[in-house]
């Protein structure tokens, strides 16, 4: 995966945008929402720690460890 991902700020519901490249790829609430988009986009093998420590990911408004309204 070349694009880079970004995890938005959270919103008012704690769910926070997850974006690869120019596509939204669905609302996060956990580390592990954020894992199955990632797989489901092409890092089948990718887990909530590939997450945590990946640099591709850009995280906005507050780091992996973040959620909430």
């Given at each position: ?14 769910g926070?945008?997850?974006r ?11 580390v592990r ?7 489901e ?7 909530e720690t ?13 780091g992996?460890?973040k959620?909430g309204g």
């Amino acid at each position: 995966m070349a694009a880079r991902v970004v995890v938005y700020p959270p919103d008012e519901d704690g769910g926070r945008r997850v974006r690869v490249g120019g596509e939204i790829l669905g609302r996060a609430y956990g580390v592990r929402d954020v894992a199955r988009f990632l797989q489901e986009a092409t890092l089948q093998d990718w887990d909530e720690t590939d997450v945590v420590r990946s640099r591709l990911i850009e995280w906005r408004g507050g780091g992996p460890d973040k959620w909430g309204g």
